[in-house]
T-cell receptor, first 114, second 115 residues
Framework: DVKVTQSSRYLVKRTGEKVFLECVQD?????MFWYRQDPGLGLRLIYF?????MKEKGDIPEGYSVSREKKERFSLILESASTNQTSMYLC????WGAGANVLTFGAGSRLTVL | SQQGEEDPQALSIQEGENATMNCSYK?????LQWYRQNSGRGLVHLIL?????REKHSGRLRVTLDTSKKSSSLLITASRAADTASYFC???????????????FGKGTKLTVNP
């Protein structure tokens, strides 16, 4: 069963800590994405990557960075966590095929910053 | 930037009834997709409709697309309690060869199906 795996379902961190959210996909997809989801705001794109070592900013990249050293792994980094980064983080991957970009999502990582 | 906007924000119906959710968007699209999210989980792709299609079916799902009105609707027929979830539309503005465009999601419709 093909899937996207996010390493942590729940995390609690303190303000100022460096946080790593890991995402691994086993579908050999070129494209990977990080979204955050907040009540009333829907899904907002943080960063995405169309190839190894390549990254592009989404709509809300401030306070985040990413790393894609291998095709299957896309990491989201919060350099210095703040309380306004408390959120649900969703990783997704896709393969551009048949003229469409269909995303497969992980189960999500719920981050609480105290 | 939000492209798709779902309507209504919340919908509560009885089992067996049909559920209709609407999505409006602003710019030209390559295709429009609907996703489902169970509480606290990731999203799951349901159905895709291309810009040159007007209607598509998948099991109990029926999706329509009106590009002149920049709107789409998702109909779930004979709903079940297990259909309780949030439903999101996502617009894909990618060109025919793909590219750096990405899916943009709406805020979702929360559907509750009461047994």
């Amino acid at each position: 069963d093909v899937k996207v795996t996010q390493s942590s379902r729940y995390l609690v961190k303190r303000t100022g800590e460096k946080v790593f959210l890991e995402c691994v996909q086993d579908m050999d997809h070129e494209n990977m994405f990080w979204y955050r989801q907040d009540p009333g705001l829907g899904l907002r794109l943080i960063y995405f990557s169309y190839d190894v070592k390549m990254k592009e900013k989404g709509d809300i990249p401030e306070g985040y960075s990413v790393s894609r050293e291998k095709k299957e792994r896309f990491s989201l980094i919060l350099e210095s966590a703040s309380t306004n980064q408390t959120s649900m983080y969703l990783c997704a991957s896709s393969l551009w095929g048949a003229g469409a970009n269909v995303l497969t999502f992980g189960a999500g990582s719920r981050l609480t910053v105290l | 930037s939000q492209q798709g906007e779902e309507d209504p924000q919340a919908l509560s119906i009885q089992e067996g009834e049909n559920a209709t959710m609407n999505c409006s968007y602003k710019t030209s699209i390559n295709n429009l997709q609907w996703y489902r999210q169970n509480s606290g989980r990731g999203l799951v792709h349901l159905i895709l409709i291309r810009s040159n299609e007007r209607e598509k079916h998948s099991g109990r799902l029926r999706v329509t697309l009106d590009t002149s009105k920049k709107s789409s609707s998702l109909l779930i027929t004979a709903s079940r309690a297990a259909d309780t979830a949030s439903y999101f539309c996502a617009t894909d503005t990618s060109g025919p060869q793909g590219g750096s465009e990405k899916l943009v999601f709406g805020k979702g419709t929360k559907l509750t199906v009461n047994p």
